[in-house]
């Protein structure tokens, strides 16, 4: 919710040995990976986004090809590709999915992005003003947490929960990729390892076109396996 812009993309320092143990054993365990989208046009005008629905800029095209190569250069085999409904998720996800040779991604409304409410479309250097005392701010982003029409981070939880559920229920094993949100992908990160949700939005940013591994194999502190340092609303 605080626009900051330094692109530069890496990976974790345990991201190659991570990668090599879960191709190995990538059928015998679900793995999900959380792919937040690339620059979209609200991000770049230091606009809160939520539901609204623009499309990715040419720096936000330009991150989900490079996203693509890297995890076709990790030798990742998916078995499934899922996007949030808003464009700006799903063309990310078609752009890996051409990327890595597989059919187009399905829409899944349970990954769309946090209800900003009323916040909807605000100046994100409005966020203080508009919503404090009830907001986390951090070095990096300012978060707003119950303004009118607004989901909570409780409330994403259960949501999270419930989309994890659903890949549980029709994905054994293989590995899947979803293409979501900040907010959200913050969220099944949180839901997924049993954290505080407070905690994580404190210690914890999901940037641009960056992944997040969620698998019974690795810890929490391991799921980040590709990073732009690119802080965006």
Known sequence: MYFYRKIKSKKSPFCKSILNNLYIKQKRMTNIYIVRHGQDQDNTNGILNGHRDTPLTEIGISQAEELAKKIEDSNIVFDKIY???LQRAYQT???MAKYIHMQ???KL??????????MSGKNIKDIEKLCAPDIVKTDTITYFLSPEGAETFPQLIKRANKA?????QNH???NILIATHGDFGKMLYTAYYKLSWESVLKEFHFGNSE??????DISAE???????QQYNC
């Open 104 to 106: 187009e991604p399905e």
């Open 211 to 216: 992944v997040l591994l969620l698998s019974p």
């Open 83 to 85: 996007s949030s409904p």
């Open 222 to 228: 391991q799921a980040h396996l590709f990073q732009t």
């Open 172 to 174: 054994k094993e293989g």
């Open 109 to 118: 409304d349970i990954l769309i992005e946090r209800d900003f409410g009323i």
């Open 93 to 95: 996800a078609n752009i």
């Open 164 to 168: 994890l559920e659903y890949i549980s």
